[in-house]
């Protein structure tokens, strides 16, 4: 899979409302190369998500917890809008 392509469709998608696993609703701006949450007060860069594709499909955050932001990285990179058909 082609992480340039998923970072297109994050880009592409934001604004829009994800859910976290636990479905915790939030959004997300575009701030250079990196997803700004609304709900915190934290940047998430796209190294993060390049690092994150390597664990996908995700079943929960286990696999990304040594990451920033593990429940955004989960509820954004397994969201069908996001995921397609990757994985």
């Not at 880009?11 to 915790?24: M, N, P």
């Not at 997300?28 to 915190?40: F, H």
């Amino acid at each position: 899979m082609d992480s340039e392509s998923v970072w297109s469709r994050i880009v592409e998608h934001a604004g829009e409302t994800f859910h976290q696993i636990r479905g915790k609703a939030f959004t997300y701006s575009i701030a250079g190369n990196s997803v700004k949450p609304d709900s915190v007060n934290r940047c998430i860069h796209v190294s993060q998500f390049e690092q994150a594709l390597e664990f996908v499909p995700l079943h929960n955050t286990k696999p990304v917890q040594h990451l920033q932001g593990p429940s955004y990285l989960y509820a954004i990179l397994m969201d069908d809008r996001i995921r397609g058909e990757d994985w």
